[in-house]
């Protein structure tokens, strides 16, 4: 992150040429609409940053474009409507109450435990299975071993000419993990089929037809959608989790007012209750706003365009970022500051609806932006309830496949009175 130059934030677009391709960097909401919403099928996923997560997503819903992706997407969507996020939340509280009790005073390393506690809920709302169960802690493992190895963009990638090879350490865990996830999967199906199967979002997703073909997922292709959810649902809730614990450590007003909003939350939680926690909500927004999970999208030119009287030749890269746009003072003031009261602002609500992009936009919108919110607040909450916490050290960020840190977050954690 350090590399990006400071004029690059104010760019309304940049063009970088290289020997084998060019790439478009969008910054302006009027192009960003144009490739995420209004024209989403002239801009498809490249495939050159998607190649690295070969293979571990397979064909899954993250990769594909066209016809297979609108396919995936008719049976996946249901399951994360409004009644089913619902649904899914005694499993997020029961994750929450058990990741806080993993919690004591003294130091935090809070990625870690961010991490543990977000991969719990995935597999508790995917597979009614809390994360202690043997097969989701190895998955678990599995996928860390994965994401240290493996890095989303390949140089081959970037280099047509030269055909994508996979680290052997990335390939073996890539296979370990695909090998659990098909194992949960058929245990699934028979459950299913003996009509024994929890009402789950694995179980909603595995029967839900396409309402054009009548045709389920068959078994590999569930085993790359689960893999894409365990990515998307646990690592990037992660991350967001962990920013924000730092910035409320950072900032011991804000701590306070979501402190007070988790006590009286916790009385009694309630998923219709998640709406009178203003000041956490928009704690959430703020951290995604200064620290999106996920820091660029790529996609691909079909066909040569002009974007600002500059010729776009076909497949050109387009990159969106919603790490710049969302720190573009053209749009939002004091953009690197930490100012949640902006939510609030009729400043911020325009900004918020012309250059804010956590979950992407358009067709392409994370299915799971409503399950993430709702997690983030109730884990959020759930720590505020029981402890204080004090920032040890300014963390510094760098992207993988999330915006992480450089070093980690370790916070000092005081328990609260009372």
């Known amino acids: 992150m350090s590399a990006q130059p400071e004029r690059l934030y104010r760019a309304r677009m940049a063009e970088f040429r290289t020997p ?114 043997d097969l989701a802690r190895e998955a678990y493992q599995a996928f860390r071993d994965f994401q240290r190895e493996q890095p989303v963009a390949t140089l081959a990638a970037l280099l047509p000419w030269m055909p994508v090879r996979h680290r052997r350490p990335a390939r073996k865990a890539a296979r370990r993990l695909r090998r659990l996830i098909g194992e949960l999967v058929d245990k699934r199906r028979a459950l299913i089929a003996a009509q024994k199967a929890p ?30 959810f365990f990515l998307a649902g646990h ?29 009286v939350f916790w009385q009694a939680p309630q998923f219709q209750h998640l709406s009178k926690m203003p000041a956490t909500r928009s704690v959430i927004r703020e951290t995604l706003r200064l620290y999106p999970p996920v820091p660029m999208f790529v996609r691909e030119a079909k066909r040569r365009e002009t974007f600002r009287k500059r010729a776009v030749p076909a497949k050109s890269q387009i990159v969106v970022s919603p790490w710049h746009l969302h720190r573009n003072d053209r749009y939002w003031a004091d953009p690197d500051d930490f100012d949640p009261a902006r939510w609030d602002t009729d400043a911020g609500r325009l900004a918020s609806r012309e250059a804010y992009l956590p979950f992407s936009s358009g067709a392409r919108v994370c299915p799971g932006a409503g399950f993430a919110m709702a997690e983030a607040a109730i884990l959020l909450s759930s720590a505020m309830s029981k402890f204080a916490f004090k920032p040890l050290k300014t963390p510094v960020p760098v992207a993988h496949l999330t915006v992480r840190t450089r070093d980690g977050i370790t916070l000092e954690v005081v328990a609260r009175q009372g």
């Not at 790439?23 to 940053?49: C, G, M, T």
């Open 199 to 228: 009402d789950d979002l694995a179980t909603k997703i595995m029967t839900t037809p396409d309402p054009e073909t009548n045709a389920l997922f068959d078994r590999d292709e569930m085993v790359d959608q689960v893999a894409i």
């Open 20 to 133: 084998f391709f060019r790439s478009f960097f969008i910054n302006e909401p009027e192009l960003v609409r144009i490739v995420l919403n209004e024209r989403p099928a002239d801009f498809p996923k490249s495939a050159r940053i998607t190649s690295g997560l070969a293979p571990l997503l397979g064909r899954s819903v993250f990769v594909t474009n066209g016809a297979d992706w609108a396919r995936q997407r008719r049976i996946i969507d249901p399951a994360f409507e409004g009644g089913r996020i619902a649904a899914s939340f005694p499993a997020m509280v029961d994750a929450a109450q058990s990741a806080v009790n993993r919690i004591a005073p003294g130091e935090l390393d809070v990625e870690s435990w961010a991490s543990h506690v977000t991969a719990d809920i995935i597999f508790r709302t995917l597979f009614s299975l809390p994360i202690d169960d």
């Open 235 to 263: 690592e990037t809730s992660a991350a967001l989790l962990g920013w924000a614990l730092w910035l409320l450590a950072a900032n011991p007003d804000w701590a306070s007012r979501v402190s007070q909003e988790a006590d």
